[in-house]
């Protein structure tokens, strides 16, 4: 059979955005979420637009590690996979609670809620007496045992942030030949720093203008701080590619080194 | 001798234990001078809940006054408890002190239990000290909390703390 002579293409028709559809599910109440997210999606943002608190993290499975915020979810994880939203267990005392006094601070911080306005609502009431023995016996007439049903109450689309993070943060940029600079500040629960960050094809060098000492000297990275002239310190940070990067990964260890503070003290 | 309760009156989450679980509790939380967490599960019937199984956490912060469990175990433990077919019915932890009055909740532990239950979880608060009192608590959730078994008392003029005898 003779062979016919195809026509060649000179137009590639442009390939459309594939999206991928991944299930989340909430560890502490079993239920879940469809979600379709686009190319460049993080796991941050994945959490953040699914309604998950701040402190939530993704878990891909029982053995795994948590995802980190800036992963993008799009490449690490399969068509149809489902990964886990939870939330590490917090217990603890706050300073306010060991004073102990039954009577209202006048004065209080704005995280601070008092105990007693939120255990004993009216309706959270226990009337109940402990039953002594001869101890009950709950007569229950079916009592299959049922597999958890995998419902999922609702569909989300995650769409990837259009700004850059440096952008958002209200940083700004200039540019030279070999160089970016980037101005703007840092922000944490409780302080914010002026920071500069010069970002060549190599690497970011990170500095920070007056940083709170006393509160980083906690941060097992405070051995990367290096104080220069006029107030400004530069910060060597290891595997920071861009500026946004360098800003969340300052961010961090604020956030962090404000948290060891808190544990410190009290 | 046979009680039965009727399914339907429990118009709000009723939490069951009995004290021999809760003395279990006890004994495993206050092990040494340092807080310890860990999530409670059980069987459910409807919207009975039975505290029946202790789900240890592995801490990242330990101390007298703290427990932070590690991102991993917390969400491993969850995990686990779901793919058994159960979900979370509690959470446990120690605090230091002795008597009904140390096991009053602080702000932080409100504040986890209400990330909890914002979600929806149906999760009860449980706060042990070493001498064996046992405080239950909910900051958004209104609940029932029945102590089934012998060697448990309820604390005088407080009706959410129970006292069991190790």
């Known amino acids: ?266 | 001798m046979k009680t039965s309760i009727n399914l339907n009156v429990a118009h709000c989450p009723m939490f069951i234990a009995d004290s021999w679980f809760l003395r279990d509790c006890v004994t495993h939380h206050t092990p040494l001078q340092d807080e310890v967490g860990s999530y409670i599960t059980g069987q459910r019937l409807g919207n009975i809940f039975v505290l029946s199984r202790i789900c240890a956490v592995d801490a990242q912060v330990q101390s007298p006054v703290r427990f932070i469990g590690t991102t991993q175990s917390s969400a491993s433990k969850l995990i686990e408890i779901l793919e058994n077919g159960n979900k979370l019915h509690a959470t446990f932890h120690s605090h230091p002190g002795r008597g009904a009055g140390a096991t009053n909740p602080s702000g932080i532990d409100i504040r986890y239990m209400a990330k909890l239950q914002e979600r929806g979880a149906k999760v009860l608060g449980l706060i042990c000290t070493r001498d064996g009192y046992v405080r239950a608590y909910s900051p958004l959730m209104p609940f029932l909390f029945i102590v089934q078994g012998n060697g448990v008392e309820s604390v005088e003029g407080d009706d959410c703390a129970y006292k069991i005898q190790l």
Request: hydrophobic share 35%; aromatic share 10%.
């Open chain 1, 1 to 266: 059979m003779k062979q016919q002579n195809l026509p060649v293409l000179y137009q590639v028709p442009a390939t459309p955005i594939v999206m991928k559809n991944i299930l989340i599910a909430d560890a502490a109440t079993g239920s879940h979420m469809q979600v379709t997210i686009h190319p460049g999606t993080t796991a941050g943002q994945v959490l953040s637009q699914a309604g998950f608190n701040q402190d939530f993290v993704l878990t891909r499975n029982r053995d795994g590690e948590s995802i980190p915020m800036d992963e993008n979810l799009y490449e690490s994880v399969p068509d149809g996979a489902k990964v886990w939203a939870s939330t590490p267990v917090d217990f603890g005392r706050d300073y306010l609670s060991d004073l102990d006094t039954g009577d209202e601070p006048e004065q209080l911080p704005e995280f601070y809620v008092p105990p007693f306005k939120y255990y004993s609502p009216p309706f959270a009431k226990v009337s109940v007496p402990p039953i002594k023995s001869p101890a009950p016996i709950i007569d229950v007439r079916v009592a299959t045992s049922r597999p958890a049903a995998r419902r999922v109450i609702r569909h989300i689309e995650v769409k990837p942030a259009q700004l850059p993070y440096w952008q958002e943060k209200g940083w700004t940029r200039s540019r030279d030949t070999f160089t970016t600079v980037y101005v703007g500040y840092f922000h944490s629960p409780r302080h914010k720093v002026r920071g500069e960050i010069d970002e060549n094809v190599f690497s970011c060098k990170i500095s920070v203008h007056n940083p709170p000492e006393h509160v980083l000297r906690h941060h097992p990275t405070w051995g990367c701080f290096h104080r220069r002239a006029n107030g400004w310190w530069e910060i060597h940070h290891h595997g920071c590619p861009n500026a946004s990067s360098a800003i969340v990964q300052v961010e961090r260890t604020l956030n962090e080194a404000e948290e060891l503070d808190h544990e410190n003290l009290y």
